[in-house]
């Protein structure tokens, strides 16, 4: 599977991928757009021209508790990246790289770090799933969150993540696009200001994290 990114010379846009992932091994690329510079780096961050707010969103988090998005990360860097725990590459990859990079921060840089995965497969990603699923990817202290599929789809279109509803194909398996991109908050104003693709390897998000715990630019 591999995502998309084009970079116009006169324009601060790029195509982020939409990623089709499916119960099975079959995927595909589609392009949604969002306003960004910087967009011919397919692994370091992408710089947002203009920051999006923190979605006002609360939903359950794997403890079966409800969690405010905007309350419970409020001054904090935060990560945040809508996938479902059945995509068969993508979606591990992506957390696993996250994880990896998170391991070699601080104790004190973790304690400020909060990484939010958001289902985009709501029906089948139940708390225990999730849980399971992020410990296996190493990531024993992100939060993972469910709840009402329109809901989580109206959070994601405003930062420009496209998530349509899963559907099953004629061969049984189910495929969920959803954007693959992650999402990095700044503390100082709580907006996102970077946003990471599938390419993004863990040693750039090594790189990275320490800066934007502080919320200065990679």
Known sequence: MRTKILAAALAATAALALTACG??????????????????RKESAIVLDKPKPK????????????FDLLEQTK?????????????????SLVMSNVAIAEQELSPEEREKLQVIFVTTDPERDTPKRMRSWLDG??????????????????AARPLGILV??????????????????????SPKDDKAHWIYTTETTSETYTKDLPKIIKG???
Do not use: M
Request: hydrophobic share 30%; charged share 30%.
């Open 137 to 154: 990817q190493g990531g024993q202290d992100f939060i993972g969150l469910t709840g009402d599929f329109d809901t989580i789809q109206a």
């Open 23 to 40: 119960s099975g091994d079959k995927a595909k690329d589609s392009d949604s757009v969002a306003d960004v510079k910087g967009g011919d």
């Open 55 to 66: 979605p006002d969103l609360i939903l359950k988090d794997t403890d079966g508790k409800k």
């Open 164 to 185: 349509d509803p899963p559907k099953k194909e004629k061969d049984g398996t189910i495929t969920v696009n959803h954007g693959a991109q992650v999402l990095g908050f």
């Open 216 to 218: 200065v630019n990679p």
């Open 75 to 91: 001054g904090r860097p935060t990560l945040v990246y809508f996938g479902y725990t059945f995509c068969p590459d993508v979606c």
